[in-house]
């Protein structure tokens, strides 16, 4: 079998544990011949690519990032490709895709496997926010990673006597700052899913003062935003990919909150930390079972499904069901974190 | 309504964040009285405990150990101690009663809700043992400090040409094994579900060198056994808890190899840093959960279960059930792992 | 003997260790009695301590922040203080005071030596600025923290490409930036003490796309100024105590770098997180040192000095010359530098 | 100019930073070439080496272990050798060799220097013991490892009420125990400089538990030794290159200890994963500075000399110096340490 793979979107710990899992699944146990496209999509539609043997994928296991490089391709663009596409799969030889990515790179995926493409995708995504699998990987590197600098601002917000408003990534989604929020026992966990009103957030932040507390740790998802008409805010604009460049909540919240409370309030805004690096070992054994199973997946001719966690199971689903809806925190969740505040 | 808890067993990181959890949803959202018993049963049969209310709990999320203590109890002591527990649980006035522990403790808290006491237990292993979840807390922590070991180990195996025989906790189980080997790329990994045969992992080590490597990784679960006439092998005996104490795979494995192969051999025993010390976030996170859950099903009556992680759902399932046969790694997971080798 | 002990300025990692140190060996090794003044300075002024034992420092030398709390009080405030400082000391007998802070606290402290009071300073810094000893604790856990980000960052930038500028703390002096940026292999290190020109930074970043890399890492500190005339720069204003608050050095720069070099540039700011949490072992044996010292110089009646490291050895130098210049970055130490840009 | 660079000995954080500063600095700054030796001493003995140019140092930084390869080559072995090297550096056309090593290594470079080779050495032990240097790389990285392990052991210890004897490395002197242990807070340090009395130690660790303390961290150096007559001890025997190898100190002090305390007592012993792994900032950073200085040096002409860290500087001191005597923990040090008991 000869197997094409590629990396699209943001970056995520564990997509080269996925792409060496597929090499060393495919070549060692299959016999197959593996190609890797350069930057995502780009590299399918530009036939830029390079042949990935055991040696290509030596040492990868534990690095941050991919070997394989990403990009953003706008979907009108791919959609002109397809038979471009189509043409360098045919003269390539290639008996599967696998396409590793995110919301984005799924849904491009199912178009690619409805013009005819032998696709398996493997989902990946920080922000937990697709359907149909339990979780991937990145998204426990990412909170992680956020735990641990919630861990580390506690101990300064106690001494200093202040409430820290540290915002985590998560655009339409609020799992990072549920988890993290949980983790490291935040004092207020704001999410996108639901409007927070800053009179509400003032007050609950408030009665920890007057119960004699000297500081506060509130976390909150970047695409958080206030309940209408409850407080000015600046949703900010698009940047020229037409993607969402967010104004910063958590630093309209820490001037709020300092002048209705009267306590000093400071933003901290991990950013991009919480997307690269050393994968979790959690992270490292998803990603490796989603190769294995992509591989298996494609020699069975399964094409149009994407790899998926299922308590302990890894099973196939389809990629159209997959992309649907977006996977939002439910009530039941946002009610247990509730209770740390 | 007046709660008891108590931890009991081996450490494990993750016991403080139930504790905490079940103080905080009891104490503050139901307005309930908790109390903890000291050292495990030991506490509940000699009546020992303290009250726990915030301030009991207060910074303990993320630290390692259980702020109540553990200690072993052998089951025959708690059997006849069955009648004065029960009359401690009636002159507390304990409504329920939530013990933390591992498949011993879940045992005995069975034995003591068919005695009549309102029982809801929490399963708590490193070694993912316990049927009827799919994980439980401190796994995530033990394979993370494991594999954050093993990476370690890989750099020095590599540069110094060295064969490296990591020993990992699992005495029934190779979980633990399995996860970190994964995770680190392990070049053979070893559980005790599949007796291994020492030539043939001599081979498979072998091949790595033949192949133009220059070192090897090898974990192995402590509870490992040689296949039956593959090579000598001290079990080691019992110590006075009449618990196994094991004379130490590894080392054994490491003076065999570095004669099969001539090559430098070393064992590694990772041991205990395993089970202490803060827990992962995802840890954390269930522990949480588990709390969180076991105090709504003392609300709602439903003793004799114990709280299991079902996909993404934290569930009661019958304690009976649940310790009826230990988690084994099951041919298929195994199988996933062997493409790393 | 009798001895207060105080914690003053911002969070840095190892106070703790400082404060049980001196508890330590006060009181184990000499039979002292030890308070702690509560917030720093304000605790002196205000008479608000408490007793420390060997239980009040339990398990706190792992751990981030200050049990005193910490504060900042205005010069004037405290000058005009000193005899109201002074009463304070004599009605609670008091032999020596240790007060643990920066480059303001240890001026504070010189002012109350000078009008009679028995003090031995411990110089406590993120930023490395203090001259007279080679470093403070505090230092090398900011360091840490800064290189594990960038270690992080890095191979996001690199599978993503793009320009990262990273803003570490650091207002008058760039040592955060040059050891973090040198640990990390940052590309291009920017520091206050050579205020940059962004033309040549361009030009240096734009070099390394020339020769064919993807992508680039800026460290910068966030007192960093451009070079007069070389770009517009908004330099913040003051916060209500008079201190500098900066209009983000990163925000800038990426905007800039950005539009002259066409790549795209993204502004990570680390924050707070470098001045929380648990202090590294070299900070903690530091800090232990540094508390056993102050307590030995107090003994010997040597007062109006602080601890200091030189090589290997812990010396006490006279709190004047201390604060005397701020130690900035030699031209010597960013040559060793500019070699891996 | 033409440079050669080899590492040898046992593995230690920071190798690779210095033969990339060492790259980075020669080609970049100064024009020349470098090769390095593969293997240690046997690279240049048998001629054995590759070009580094900057690609082939890339991304190395933060990794453990050396891309060179490492082994120990027998004193005699070198010596009958002398004329072979010089043979080969004079074919190579080399004007420094730049070996970076140990204890053994920089014997090796003297008398490869007496003999007339232009020889700049970097000393590396993760040990500490090289006199005429504050410290090398690696032992930082080695205390922080060690560090971590006790600080997760010690949540475990106090929740389970054991003493846990943790065995460290260091054969011959005591930092890794003796700054672990103060970093960690152990109670009690033992190191090889002072044979330890068994009936002391008992006694010592028994005031705790009198003191109603329920465990203890006893911090052991692999080299440590009962004085003379305090208890039966196997020192254990030699391996087949002639290097002690150790029966255990830790193991056999905990059947001792738990014997007469009558308390649960068990042995950890850290091993290898103090040598691998990626280095701390402040090991990178030292490092990066020392390879930068062997150039500089190498180009001013000054052979028979190492780099070495006083204060902050870096300075050259004699080869022959250095190895004369090794640096032993001095009794003022253990006596900061012994206030933590």
Chains 1, 2, 3, 4 share one sequence.
């Not at 009179?199 to 309940?227: D, M, N, Y």
């Not at 994968?279 to 992509?294: E, K, N, Q, S």
């Not at 020699?299 to 649907?324: C, K, N, Q, S, W």
Request: glycine share 12%.
């Amino acid at each position: 079998m000869r197997i094409g793979v590629l990396t699209s979107g943001g970056d995520c710990p564990g997509l080269n544990a996925v792409i060496r899992s597929v090499v060393h699944r495919a070549v060692v146990d299959h016999g197959d011949e593996v190609i890797g496209f350069h930057d995502g999509w780009k590299g399918l539609l530009e036939c830029d690519y390079r042949k990935l043997d055991l040696d290509a994928v030596g040492g990868i296991l534990a690095r941050g990032g991919t070997i394989l490089g990403s990009s953003r391709v706008q979907p009108a663009h791919l959609r002109d490709g397809v038979e471009r596409a189509k043409g360098h799969v045919a003269d390539l030889g290639l008996d599967a895709i696998i396409p590793i990515g995110g919301e984005g790179t799924l849904k491009a995926a199912s178009l690619l496997y409805e013009a005819g493409l032998p696709i398996v995708g493997v989902p990946k995504t920080i922000d937990n926010d697709i359907s149909s699998t339990d979780v991937t990987f990145g998204f426990d590197t990412a909170v992680g990673v956020a735990t641990e600098a919630l861990d580390r601002l506690k101990t300064t917000a106690e001494s200093h006597q202040r409430v820290l408003i540290v915002e985590v990534m998560g655009r339409e989604t609020g799992w990072i700052a549920l988890h993290s929020g949980m983790a490291a026992g935040a004092h207020a966990i704001v999410v996108p899913e639901r409007p927070f009103d800053i009179g509400e957030l003032t007050e609950l932040v408030g009665k920890r003062f007057s119960a004699g507390k000297r500081f506060a740790i509130v976390v909150v998802a970047e695409g958080a935003k206030p309940r209408e008409g409850s407080m000015e805010f600046d949703v900010g604009g698009k940047d020229i990919y037409g993607h969402q460049r967010f104004a910063g909540v958590a630093r309209q919240l820490s001037v709020e909150l300092e002048e209705r409370l009267g306590k000093e309030a400071r933003p901290v805004i991990l950013g991009h930390v919480q997307r690269g690096g050393t994968p979790t070992a959690y992270d490292r054994v998803l990603a490796t079972r989603f190769g294995w199973h992509a591989v298996e997946a494609a020699h069975r001719g399964e094409f149009g499904m994407m790899t998926a966690l299922r308590g302990t199971d890894i099973l196939m689903v389809p990629l159209a069901e997959a992309v649907e809806t977006l996977k939002t925190v439910p009530a039941e969740r946002y009610a247990e974190a509730e209770c740390v505040l």
